[in-house]
């Protein structure tokens, strides 16, 4: 693809998607592989025209001995374009994250952690990821493989809360090409060749299999995604308005009007519930199960107590259910 159209699709992008203000504090996730470097070259040459200042952040997970030298290549690209530079240790860190034997999920947690603190240190509005089509695209059959609502379908988003990902819209290819095209060097991961990830067979025997039946497939994908999130994004809407019609204070409580919930379609009573735990920040796990147990307390004739979290519980009287920290009396 043509320089200056990839350019023009990127900032098109960025601009339909709100993702980027004139002004904006932009920290870019920078590993050195070949996304995160394209990612670094193109907020660079924005710079200048949108004000941004940049900081490209280095998580070292020092899971490999040699990995001092992500450090130093990652340190010279940002340096070259005049963008700054920070790195940290894992082992600084200082966090306790649960391993569940999955070093992928480890590091993504930590990363995490790590873009946020970078992000309050330096005030920004947006955490820039490298993520492209092709990520999009795995994303989207993992969940599919392993069962989500169509919320998980949905994948990846342009922006969510301080996430930004200006580049889900380009194919890799193109961005290899752009990088070998101005002789721009990056890291190769070698974990991306092993089958032993789910990812990486889906990108390897899955993505090549569905674009040698089907030609159109990355644009018909694309249509489609795009066609998902205006649902989703028309039910997150719904959602919030019919919580708000919802809401009822009433033995001291407040809660939800039980009678109107309970008249909702299924969907739209789990769709209500997931909701409303995000909205008190009560932890919970996003399973079929788990909502399944809820609503089959919320239907029974009786009222009572059933526990969401070990910290957290619903509860529930006459015509309103509401959410409480460490509940543990019955409701008179």
Known sequence: MNTN????????????????TSGDTIIIGLSGGPDSIF??????????????????AHLDHGWRPDSGKDVQFCQEAASALGVEFIARKFSD????????GSLEELGRQAR?????????EYQAQAIAL???LQDQQETFFIRLIRGTSLSGLVSMRPRHGAYIRPLLSICKDDMLAYLHEHKIPYLNDPTNDADTFLRNRIRQQVLPALKACDARFERS????????????????????QLLARFALCKFDKKGLDLKQFLALP?????RLLVAWFCQEQVPFPVR??????????????????HAVHHAWSIGKRQQIIWIEKSLINNPQ
Do not use: C, W
Not at 6 to 16: F, N, S, V
Not at 39 to 56: F, M, P, R
């Open 130 to 132: 490298g993520h492209h």
């Open 266 to 270: 299924a969907i739209m009573q789990e």
């Open 221 to 240: 994908f694309t249509a489609t995604m795009e066609r998902l999130h205006a649902l989703e994004q028309h039910l997150e809407v719904e959602t919030a």
């Open 39 to 56: 990612l670094l070259h193109v907020l660079a040459s924005l710079q200048e025209e949108l004000n941004l200042k940049l900081i490209a």
């Open 5 to 20: 159209i990839l350019y023009q699709k990127i900032y098109t992008a960025i601009q339909k998607d709100q993702l980027i």
């Open 112 to 120: 995490r952690h790590f873009f946020e603190t970078v992000r309050q």
């Open 288 to 305: 079929e199960q788990f909502l399944h147990e809820i609503m089959k307390f919320l239907q029974s004739p009786r009222g009572g107590i």
């Open 93 to 100: 860190l200082g966090l306790s994250l649960k391993f569940n």
